[in-house]
């Protein structure tokens, strides 16, 4: 089993940043791509930025304002978040898509952080 935990959200003033951290632990034998998704209240989830060993992509809404990183050594990715807005306002989701212990292919998801950008 897989779990992934994300820290990070909170509140935060239009313009202003904050950064989110997203660790991996468990049955892990090799991370493909991970990811961060948001969903905000009457939408559907949507893909905000994702880091695979070839590079990054990013929603055309957040490029030049949101930076995705990783950390190989602790399974852990980070998104960076500037000039926030009112409409990033979201739950935010971690994904993983890795082979387990067992090689298999899994996809996993953590919980959610809430976003909240508001004056």
């Known amino acids: 089993q897989v779990q992934l935990v994300e820290s990070g959200g909170g509140l935060v003033q239009p313009g202003g940043s904050l950064r989110l951290s997203c660790a991996a632990s468990?049955?892990?034998?090799?991370?493909?791509?991970m990811g961060w998704y948001r969903q905000a209240p009457g939408k559907q989830r949507e893909l905000v930025a994702i880091?695979?060993?070839?590079?990054?992509n990013y929603a055309d809404s957040v490029k030049g304002r949101f930076t995705i990183s990783r950390d190989n050594a602790e399974n852990t990715v980070y998104l960076q978040m500037n000039s926030l807005k009112p409409e990033d306002t979201a739950i935010y989701y971690c994904?993983?898509?890795?082979?387990?212990?067992?090689?298999?292919?899994?996809?996993?998801w953590g919980k959610g952080t809430l976003v909240t950008v508001s004056s």
């Open positions: 468990g049955s892990i034998a090799r991370i493909n791509a």
């Open positions: 994904n993983a898509d890795l082979f387990n212990r067992a090689y298999q292919p899994m996809d996993y």
């Open positions: 880091i695979t060993n070839r590079g990054t």
